[in-house]
T-cell receptor, first 113, second 112 residues
Framework: KAGVTQTPRYLIKTRGQQVTLSCSPI?????VSWYQQTPGQGLQFLFE???????NKGNFPGRFSGRQFSNSRSEMNVSTLELGDSALYLC????????????FGPGTRLTVL | AQKITQTQPGMFVQEKEAVTLDCTYD???????LFWYKQPSSGEMIFLIY??????QNATEGRYSLNFQKARKSANLVISASQLGDSAMYFC?????????FGAGTTVTVRA
């Protein structure tokens, strides 16, 4: 079974721009979660989507949003980029139950200049 | 709120030796899962092992075993017979619900 895929792998943007990251979960997985990893804050939960609905949300500003499509693929959008948004963005999928193990993709490394 | 503590920022281990990575956690939830992930320099978070809070036996997966001491709220990872490919950052994580809460990580460097 193919793993979680994320595109693009690397991205460079400038302040004020917006960016969209994509995540394709493992086949059959209906839940997709997003995490932000920075050297200063570590790994932090952004949000989770299940069956096209946002099921849970972390403590991030409204500039961070996402959506999920009927095929379970998910996109994450960050508007009005700030320097502090530079991070590794990791997507994780699981079958559906919140107790299921989450499997991560390779991440998208975003640099904001 | 959950808190995960990994007190070892970095460790060196000789190839073929065993290494233990410490993890303590704090939660008021009676039901939770404990996880260990490996993150090589490429960035991908690789799932290693899982332990449920009600599991009576310690989890094992190949060369990985989890030393679960519930009363002490500790979930240490033991890697046996270390290999050069084990050099990476290791994260302990916990989930009583929908999200994973991670520790700060421990960098392991395996020496030939």
């Amino acid at each position: 079974k193919a793993g979680v895929t994320q595109t693009p792998r690397y991205l460079i943007k400038t302040r004020g721009q917006q960016v969209t990251l994509s995540c394709s979960p493992i086949s059959g997985h209906r839940s997709v979660s997003w995490y932000q990893q920075t050297p200063g804050q570590g790994l932090q939960f952004l949000f989770e989507y299940f069956s096209e609905t946002q099921r849970n949300k972390g403590n991030f500003p409204g500039r961070f949003s996402g959506r999920q499509f009927s095929n379970s693929r998910s996109e994450m959008n960050v508007s009005t980029l700030e320097l502090g948004d530079s991070a590794l963005y990791l997507c994780a999928s699981r079958p559906g139950q919140t107790t299921d193990t989450q499997y991560f993709g390779p991440g998208t490394r975003l640099t904001v200049l | 709120a959950q808190k995960i503590t990994q007190t070892q920022p970095g460790m060196f281990v000789q190839e073929k030796e065993a290494v233990t990575l410490d993890c303590t956690y704090d939660t008021s939830d009676p039901s939770y899962g404990l996880f260990w992930y490996k993150q090589p320099s490429s960035g991908e978070m690789i799932f290693l092992i899982y332990q449920g809070s009600y599991d009576q036996q310690n989890a094992t997966e190949g060369r990985y075993s989890l030393n679960f001491q519930k009363a002490r709220k500790s979930a240490n990872l033991v890697i046996s017979a270390s290999q050069l490919g084990d050099s990476a950052m290791y994260f302990c994580a916990m989930s009583p619900d929908y999200k994973l809460s991670f520790g700060a990580g421990t960098t392991v460097t395996v020496r030939a």
